[in-house]
């Protein structure tokens, strides 16, 4: 039985003649194997919504090239493109690269993205004055961030500095209030 149909696998079908007044003439209910005849088209109808959509189809189709991927090649490509590469190498080579969508491009938005942390995480740290923004102490949670930029977020504010970092690589504007972002993150605690 399909799990759509409910407990009794029984579905609710508007019989498609009109009476003379114009109105439906009856309801009735029918079992799933009767249902596919009548709809054939219920399948579609009640299938499982993922919220990917559109994204999927991208990726699907990206990965369906009749070029043979190489892991090296990509790996040395992307060096090349990105002038912060050795830069970050040489910060620390632990890092985690993401990208994803978001609908702003203000500090608290992309930090909290980068890093993974709750709103309230993001807005204790800013009241006790932790966040840099390339090095200089954050006035406005609502600052915009552009590429190359490194958000900081201050652990440990002794002789040398302990904290996290994410710096932005990419931004793309998808549509008008929709922006895919390349970061590059370190998640774990780092000398600043």
């Given at each position: 039985?399909?799990?759509?149909?409910?407990?009794?696998?029984?579905?609710?079908?508007?019989s498609?003649?009109?009476?003379?007044?114009?109105?439906?003439?009856?309801?009735?209910?029918?079992n799933?194997?009767?249902?596919?005849?009548?709809?054939?088209?219920?399948?579609?109808?009640?299938?499982?919504?993922?919220?990917?959509?559109?994204?999927?189809?991208?990726?699907?189709?990206?990965?369906?090239?009749?070029?043979?991927?190489?892991?090296?090649?990509?790996?040395?490509?992307?060096?090349?493109?990105?002038?912060?590469?050795?830069?970050?190498?040489t910060?620390?080579?632990?890092?985690?690269?993401?990208?994803?969508?978001?609908?702003?491009?203000?500090?608290?938005?992309?930090?909290?993205?980068?890093?993974?942390?709750?709103?309230?995480?993001?807005d204790?740290t800013?009241?006790?004055?932790?966040?840099?923004?390339?090095?200089?102490?954050?006035?406005?949670?609502?600052?915009?961030?552009?590429?190359?930029?490194?958000?900081?977020?201050?652990?440990?504010?002794?002789?040398?500095?302990?904290?996290?970092?994410v710096?932005?690589?990419?931004?793309?504007?998808?549509?008008?209030?929709?922006?895919?972002?390349?970061?590059?993150?370190?998640?774990?605690?780092?000398?600043?």
């Amino acid at each position: 039985m399909h799990p759509c149909w409910g407990l009794f696998g029984l579905a609710l079908r508007i019989s498609l003649y009109k009476g003379p007044n114009g109105l439906l003439k009856s309801y009735s209910y029918v079992n799933r194997i009767s249902a596919q005849k009548t709809f054939p088209i219920y399948l579609i109808s009640f299938q499982k919504h993922t919220g990917r959509g559109r994204n999927d189809t991208e990726r699907n189709s990206d990965s369906s090239d009749d070029e043979p991927f190489d892991d090296d090649y990509e790996n040395d490509e992307d060096e090349l493109e990105d002038p912060y590469y050795m830069e970050d190498m040489t910060f620390s080579p632990n890092f985690r690269q993401i990208s994803s969508n978001v609908k702003s491009l203000r500090f608290d938005k992309i930090i909290r993205v980068g890093l993974d942390i709750t709103r309230s995480v993001a807005d204790n740290t800013f009241f006790s004055s932790r966040f840099r923004l390339n090095g200089a102490k954050l006035l406005k949670m609502g600052t915009t961030v552009y590429v190359g930029d490194k958000l900081d977020m201050i652990i440990d504010d002794t002789e040398e500095p302990v904290g996290k970092r994410v710096r932005v690589l990419d931004i793309k504007q998808l549509r008008q209030n929709n922006y895919k972002i390349s970061l590059r993150c370190w998640r774990n605690q780092v000398r600043l």
